[in-house]
């Protein structure tokens, strides 16, 4: 019932940036937290950020000062802005949305975008 499509990543130089969007579309009664998640070959998948319905927003460690989530409540979009990226970064990112479909729903489900590619390389 809801599918969520991103847009966004590519190749960049060290220290270059990026923007990563996603926009969540289908029914469902409303949108709990909305989160970035990475994956690099031979690693688990990470979370990068989340902000949830209320506003708060919580950071990795290793993405501090230098990654920015933002969410569009209206347009049920979030997006990951990207500054000084380093090669470790290079990952496929993936945008998570937790819903509740109907008001009679007690917890929400998971939905996961499709990646999309990030290279940081010289």
């Known amino acids: 019932q809801v599918q969520l499509v991103q847009s966004g990543g590519g190749l960049v130089q060290p220290g270059g940036s990026l923007r990563l969007s996603c926009a969540a579309s289908g029914r469902f009664f409303s949108i709990n937290a909305m989160g970035w998640y990475r994956q690099a070959p031979g690693k688990q998948r990470e979370r990068v950020a989340i902000i949830t319905d209320s506003g708060t927003i919580n950071y990795a460690d290793f993405v501090k000062d230098r990654f920015t989530i933002s969410r569009d409540n209206a347009k049920n979009t979030v997006s990951l802005q990207m500054n000084s990226l380093k090669p470790e970064d290079t990952a496929v990112y993936y945008c998570?949305?937790?819903?509740?479909?109907?008001?009679?729903?007690?917890?929400?489900?998971?939905?996961w975008g499709q990646g999309t590619q990030v290279t940081v390389s010289s």
């Open positions: 998570n949305v937790d819903v509740l479909r109907v008001v009679t729903d007690t917890s929400a489900l998971r939905y």
